[in-house]
């Protein structure tokens, strides 16, 4: 099954109007967490927000709020008064603990396939 | 200058050449990250690292091979490229598990 589902390919508005790009993810893991990247055509990998899954209250950062539904296991990034620059590709990823054989703790990610965004005047 | 640097940016080569792309780092993190994106497919991770003395192989190692030279320098090597390893290539870095990765700004791999 997969563990990141993001199942917008693509997803246009108008410009200052809100969005929302859909995540529903899958984990036993109790302790988790979810991020939110946008690339641009240019390429490079930008971090927008984070949410921790014992996190009470839902992330934001500026134009972007993260409504996260546990139970629902959904974590849906919401961009409001949209951009023409906030045309790119956004990418869920879901933070599990994973510890290695030495005892190394590392946080691993697991992607989303993306959701292209376009932003029309 | 970027917290996250990879060289090359493009690299266009043929089969069976090998190849290393370097990564290197001013955060100051002990993890770092070797991910592949295809069309479609998201980030795939290669291999990550906590300290030279530490690599582990991500979901998709067969065909690549790391070293770490240093705390701040993460390379990765094909032995051998093949067309099918054509893809964007990033690496990334982490503090403390719960902390976000940060990106390079990737290096555009094109296998002839």
């Known amino acids: 099954a997969q563990k990141i589902t993001q199942t917008q390919p693509g997803m246009f508005v108008q410009e200052k109007e809100a969005v929302t790009l859909d995540c529903t993810y899958d984990?036993?893991?109790?302790?988790?967490?979810l991020f939110w990247y946008k690339q641009p055509s240019s390429g490079e990998m930008i971090f927008l927000i984070y949410?921790?899954?014992?996190?009470?209250q839902n992330a934001t950062e500026g134009r972007y709020s993260l409504n996260f539904q546990k139970a629902r296991k959904s974590a849906n990034l919401v961009i409001s008064a949209s951009q023409l620059g906030d045309s790119a590709m956004y990418f869920c990823?879901?933070?599990?603990?994973?510890?290695?054989?030495?005892?190394?703790?590392?946080?691993?990610?697991?992607f989303g396939q993306g959701t292209i965004l376009t932003v029309h005047p | 200058d970027a917290d996250v640097t990879q060289t090359p940016r493009n690299r266009i080569t043929k089969t069976g050449k090998r190849i290393m792309l370097e990564c290197s780092q001013t955060?100051?993190?002990?993890?770092m990250y070797w991910y592949r994106q295809d069309p479609g497919l998201g980030l795939r991770l290669i291999y990550y690292?906590?300290?030279?003395?530490?690599?582990n192989k991500g979901e998709i190692s067969d065909g690549y091979s790391v070293s770490r030279q240093a705390q701040a320098k993460f390379s990765l090597s094909l032995e051998s490229a093949i067309p099918n390893q054509t893809a964007l290539y990033f690496c990334?870095?982490?503090?403390?598990?719960?902390?976000?990765?940060?990106f390079g700004d990737g290096t555009r791999l094109s296998i002839l």
């Open positions: 690292s906590f300290d030279v003395k530490d690599i």
């Open positions: 949410q921790g899954s014992y996190d009470q």
């Open positions: 984990t036993s893991d109790p302790s988790y967490g």
């Open positions: 990823a879901m933070r599990e603990a994973h510890t290695n054989a030495g005892g190394t703790s590392y946080g691993k990610l697991t």
């Open positions: 955060k100051g993190h002990d993890r």
């Open positions: 990334a870095t982490s503090g403390e598990v719960g902390q976000p990765q940060h």
